[in-house]
């Protein structure tokens, strides 16, 4: 697939990838904020839809979830290894949450990853929004209650700032709560807002298809 990412963010990119494929410890350092009173962050899909090129979450895949969705062409996922370890702590957890799998979206032209993560239990609505609060300065957040292929979902959008371009920049996840109780978040962030928006439809994609296994 042509590569989409401009030219002035090539060394942007090279410290994304150098920090983001860490995959034995993988993340974010989430720092505590409050959260901000709800504003209009989120953004309707506007690039292209994208076609399912396989199914992530189930036996055999490369990542053993609670829940199984479509992943979006040219997207690659690998599961986070040791991601228990308490020394990792600070970048595979980030608030209730552990990071269980990264889903790659450079192969197929953006800056950015669909990260899953799981609580071991409770509310969805209670475990995001421990896991929004631990975000990096959450603003502008909205909580919505929706579906998630056939599964009751709780969606949030907001904004965090990003110490790597010092801006903030768009982020939204869903979460939905398991038959077993588990509760399940996947997280869409991306370099930048541009890049999260063109991202969108692969959120999409994985939000509409989702199911419990």
Known sequence: MPEKVRPMRTAVSAALVAA?????????????????????????????????AATLGGPGTACALPV?????????PEAIK?????????????????MRCEVDAKPA???????VWTVAKGPARTALEGFVKAADKPSAVVYRETRAGALAAT???YTSHSALTDEDKEQRAF?????????????????????????????????GTAKAL
């Open 109 to 115: 032209g953006n800056i950015g990853y669909l990260r």
């Open 155 to 157: 969606e949030v959008t």
């Open 82 to 98: 040791d991601a228990e370890n308490p020394d990792l702590a600070e970048l595979t957890r980030q608030g209730p949450a552990v």
């Open 175 to 207: 979460a939905v709560t398991t038959p077993k109780g588990a509760v399940v978040i996947v997280h869409l962030g991306g370099m930048d807002t541009e890049e999260h928006r063109a991202m969108l439809p692969a959120y999409e994609l994985a939000k």
């Open 20 to 52: 983001g494929l860490l995959l034995t410890a993988c993340g974010t350092t989430p720092k505590p904020d409050a959260e901000a009173a709800p504003a209009e962050t989120a953004a309707r899909p506007t690039a292209p839809a994208v076609k399912a």
């Open 68 to 76: 199984s969705f479509a992943l979006a062409e040219g997207w690659k």
